[in-house]
């Protein structure tokens, strides 16, 4: 396997001999299907932390096949390093950007090696960027903060209390970062999710699109500046920038950490009104959307007659598909009821 020359870099010597490494390895494991490898997150705007992962979009000539994907995943985990900065690979096909675009890599990327597709990506709608966006603090809160209530039920319902209330960090705190194995009791997911939430309510409320976690917390000053602005600085500021995402051993800190967490199920729950008026709105306009939109409603329940009004007129409506995901929502929200 021959050294690559990256043609951009992180700026930090070990970050980029990891990534000459992972993506020599792919190209020598995948010859002739990577047209371009692509450096984004906070690495590639020099914002980053300790326990920042490493965020590396590579580019494919077509799109890999079931076999590929998971000798990809195989590859992608033995490049791995054993310590340090995590790895988190994304594969891309040409046709893809140069039919969608990418807002992240258009707005916050370096190419590190390979063709620079760029120039000739669309510019990514802003509804586009919104139907994508709206939905990533619900996968954060439903597949992190939530994960074994949302595991064992399916979803979960409205509004949303800690994921524990007797524990010390109110069970936001995590036994080791994302993508790693070794023990760090960290609150990354707590960080991560405010940011994204505060990335959709900027979308929605202000029609604003954001690059990177930081810039979230900027433009929620500079367009939103609620009563939810200063908690939402502190968080950042100490989870993310002061405490590496890390829980803090002294016990001033811990103190500090406890009541920054405090209010983050009054703010999640914020976002999931946003969210569900946003859910109503996509499962009016119909087709895939729409199908999108019913299956949420049966992830996260709304104990509500206008959400359940609409999916009780899309189980009865034309569009096969939408029926079918529309049915299988009203299941699942009987049998939160039921629960109830």
């Not at 946003?278 to 087709?287: D, I, Q, S, T």
């Amino acid at each position: 396997m021959d050294e690559i020359r990256l043609l951009d870099g992180s700026g930090n010597g070990r970050v980029d001999a990891i990534l000459r490494d992972v993506i020599a390895t792919l190209e020598d494991a995948f010859p002739g299907r990577i047209s371009g490898s692509y450096l984004f997150g906070s690495h590639a705007d020099e914002s980053p932390v300790a326990t920042s992962d490493i965020d590396l979009c590579l580019v494919s000539r077509g799109a890999f096949s079931a076999s590929e994907k998971a000798r990809w995943r195989q590859t992608v985990r033995a490049c791995a390093p054993p310590s340090g900065p995590a790895l988190d690979v994304v594969a891309l096909s040409e046709e893809d950007l140069l039919r969608d675009g990418h807002f992240r890599i258009e707005a916050n990327s370096r190419l590190l090696y390979g063709d620079d597709l760029r120039d000739r990506m669309p510019r990514q709608s802003f509804d586009r960027y919104l139907r994508r966006n709206v939905h990533a603090p619900w996968d954060y809160i439903a597949q992190v903060l939530h994960a074994p209530a949302y595991q064992a039920a399916g979803y979960l319902v409205y509004p949303l209390d800690y994921p524990d209330p007797g524990g010390e960090f109110y069970g936001y705190d995590r036994p080791r970062l994302a993508h790693r194995d070794e023990p760090a009791p960290n609150v990354q997911a707590l960080v991560n999710t405010a940011c994204w939430i505060a990335t959709a309510i900027v979308a929605v409320e202000a029609g604003r699109t954001v690059a990177a976690k930081g810039q979230s917390v900027r433009l929620y000053r500079e367009t939103i500046a609620d009563d939810w602005t200063p908690w939402l600085e502190a968080l950042y500021e100490h989870g993310n920038r002061r405490w590496g995402h890390l829980v803090p051993a002294a016990p001033a800190d811990r103190r500090l950490l406890r009541d920054l967490c405090a209010p983050m199920p009054a703010f999640v729950n914020r976002y999931l009104r946003l969210y569900r008026d946003e859910l109503l709105v996509r499962c009016r306009e119909g087709g895939a959307g729409a199908a999108e939109a019913a299956g949420r409603l049966g992830e996260i329940v709304y104990p509500d007659e206008e959400a359940a009004a609409t999916l009780r007129a899309l189980a009865a409506g034309d569009d096969a598909d939408v029926r079918s995901v529309a049915a299988a929502s009203q299941r699942r929200v009987r049998a939160a009821h039921e629960q109830r």
